[in-house]
């Protein structure tokens, strides 16, 4: 999956008449993921951990917790392409996710969720990228 690919299917999860707050968002995705093939999932873990690690910088994320930190990334990554485009040029968009938070964190679980309903097993996921808070390097240089 590239990403466009990636961005088209958050945004068809957004207009399929879910409510894209919640766990809806999260569920939709997962259907959508769950009717195709494996390579898709992986693909998808693939981009959503990219898209999460190029948030994680010190000018978004100085001074929240591991967590908060990682929930709210979610959360600009769920609110669709041109929401997180806006906020990559401009850190100052990020405060407005800040205190937005719980139902972001069910994006996470897609993949694997998607995974297990193809095969029946547990994917031990192992991406390009790492999410978690403060893993880009690049980004806390001189925090």
Not at 25 to 35: G, K, N
Request: glycine share 8%; aromatic share 14%; charged share 25%.
């Amino acid at each position: 999956m590239n990403e466009n690919a990636f961005w088209q299917l958050i945004e068809a999860s957004r207009s399929s008449g879910t409510d894209p707050e919640g766990d809806e968002l999260a569920v939709a995705l997962t259907a959508r993921l769950s009717d195709g093939p494996v390579s898709a999932v992986i693909g998808f873990a693939e981009q959503l951990s990219w898209a999460l690690y190029r948030l994680d910088r010190k000018e978004y994320g100085k001074g929240l917790s591991g967590d908060h930190f990682l929930y709210t990334r979610a959360a600009v990554v769920a609110a669709g392409r041109e929401e997180y485009e806006s906020v990559l040029r401009d850190a100052a968009r990020f405060v407005r996710y800040v205190d937005n938070l719980g139902w972001a964190e069910a994006l996470l679980y897609v993949p694997d969720d998607a995974y297990r309903h193809l095969t029946g097993d547990e994917w031990d996921r192992s991406t390009r990228y790492c999410y978690e808070s403060y893993s880009n390097a690049e980004g806390w240089a001189d925090a």
